[in-house]
C-alpha cells in the first residue's frame, strides 16, 4: 500500500506518492511492484479526480460468472490480523518484541503498518484535509471516501501519535520482511522481475505457489502475468502474457482467501491515496477502473478456467 480540497487533495496525492517513491528506494534499488495487501497490492492505471468519472458504468455489486467450487483455500494469518486490526498501535506494540528478535514475518506487518499510516505521518492535516474535500466527490461516492478516512484514522491515529515512523524505519523494515522464506514473499520476488529467475526456478516456484492455493501469494504474483519476454512467451504457457491476465489471476487470488473485501486495505489506500473511491471491493474496483467490459467478461472467463484446473490439479496446463 501507499500514500494520500479539490487543489489540496490532488497537490497532497502527487507529493505522497513521489516521497513514498523516493523514500521507500534505496540508491540502487529497484522499486518494488504494488501488492494487495498491505505489506503491499495492485497496480492501476491513471486515475479519474474524484468529481469525474471515467465512461459510465454501473457502479452496482458485480456478480461473479459462477465457479464450481473453491477447494483448499490458505489464508495468511498475519495478514488476517492485520487486516482485522482495529488499533493498529496495539498490533505495533504486540510486534516490536518479534521484530528485536529478529522475526521477519514480524517485521513485514510492521512494515505494512507504517505504509498504511504514512500519509498521516508526513502530513499531519491530511484527515482534516481530505475531509474538507468529500464535498467535491459525487454524492453516491462521498459515504464510500468518509467510510474509508474514518478507518484510516481510526486504525491509524495512536500509533501516529506514539512517533514510531520513519521513513529510514520502512526502508528497514521492508529489507528485513523480505527474507522472509514463504510462498508470499517467493511471489513478490517474481513479480518484482520475472525476468530474473531462470525459466526452469521461476516455473518451479509458480507451481508450488498455485498448488498451495495461499490466495495472498496468488494475487501477489499475479502482476508478473502481463510480463512477456523477448520471444513473446509469458511466464505461463496459458493464462499469461497480458493485462487481462494479470486481472483473471488477481481475481484468482481474491477466491482463494487474498483479502478483497470493501474494507481491505488495498481497496482503502485506492480511495484515500488515488481518489479511486467506489462502493464495493476490489472486483468493483477493477470493473470501473481498469477494465472495459469486454475485458472484464474474458478476464472474468480466465478467473473460471484457472480455479477449476487448479481445483482438478490440472497444473501442466500452465507449463
Known amino acids: ?69 473453491i477447494d483448499g483455500a490458505v489464508r495468511v494469518p498475519s495478514t488476517e490480523i492485520y487486516e482485522n486490526a482495529g ?12 521484530v528485536a528478535a529478529g522475526d521477519k514475518e514480524a517485521a513485514r506487518s510492521l512494515a505494512r503498518i507504517l505504509d498504511e499510516c504514512f500519509p498521516m505521518t508526513v502530513f499531519p492535516n491530511y484527515v482534516a484535509g481530505f475531509r474538507e474535500g468529500l464535498s467535491k466527490f459525487p454524492p453516491e461516492r462521498r459515504a464510500v471516501a468518509q467510510r474509508h478516512i474514518d478507518r484510516l484514522e481510526q486504525r491509524c491515529a495512536d500509533f501516529v501519535r506514539s512517533g514510531r515512523s520513519s521513513p529510514q524505519r520502512l526502508r528497514d523494515l521492508d529489507r528485513q520482511g523480505a527474507g522472509v522464506d514463504d510462498l508470499v514473499a517467493l511471489a513478490r520476488h517474481i513479480a518484482n522481475d520475472p525476468a530474473a529467475m531462470p525459466r526452469a526456478e521461476r516455473s518451479d516456484a509458480l507451481r508450488r505457489i498455485l498448488s ?25 504457457r496459458r493464462h499469461s502474457g497480458g493485462n487481462t491476465q494479470l486481472y483473471a489471476w488477481k481475481f484468482v487470488g481474491c477466491d ?9 486495505a ?16 476490489y472486483r468493483e474496483h477493477v470493473r470501473y477502473f481498469s477494465l472495459s467490459p469486454y475485458q472484464l467478461e474474458l478476464a472474468m ?4 478456467a484457472i480455479v477449476e484446473a487448479i481445483n482438478d490439479g490440472r497444473l501442466d496446463e500452465f507449463f
Open 1 to 69: 500500500m501507499r500514500n494520500r480540497i479539490v487543489v489540496l487533495v490532488a497537490a497532497s496525492v502527487a507529493v505522497v506518492l513521489a516521497v513514498l517513491a523516493m523514500l521507500r528506494t534505496s540508491p540502487g534499488e529497484k522499486p518494488a511492484q504494488a501488492e494487495p495487501v498491505a505489506a503491499s497490492s495492485v497496480r492501476q492505471p491513471a486515475s479519474p479526480k474524484a468529481s469525474a468519472s471515467p465512461e459510465r458504468r454501473s457502479e452496482g455489486p458485480l456478480t461473479p460468472i459462477p465457479i464450481a467450487r
Open 301 to 304: 472467463e480466465e478467473e473460471r
Open 212 to 236: 498451495s492455493r495461499n490466495g495472498e501469494a496468488i494475487h501477489v504474483v499475479a502482476d508478473a502475468m502481463s510480463y512477456v519476454d523477448e520471444d513473446g512467451d509469458g511466464v505461463l
Open 256 to 264: 482463494f482467501g487474498a483479502p478483497c473485501g470493501p474494507d481491505s
Open 266 to 281: 488495498f481497496v482503502r489506500h485506492d480511495c484515500i491515496v488515488l481518489n479511486l473511491c467506489i462502493s464495493g471491493g
Open 87 to 98: 488499533n493498529l498501535k496495539e498490533l505495533a506494540d504486540a510486534l516490536e518484541p518479534r
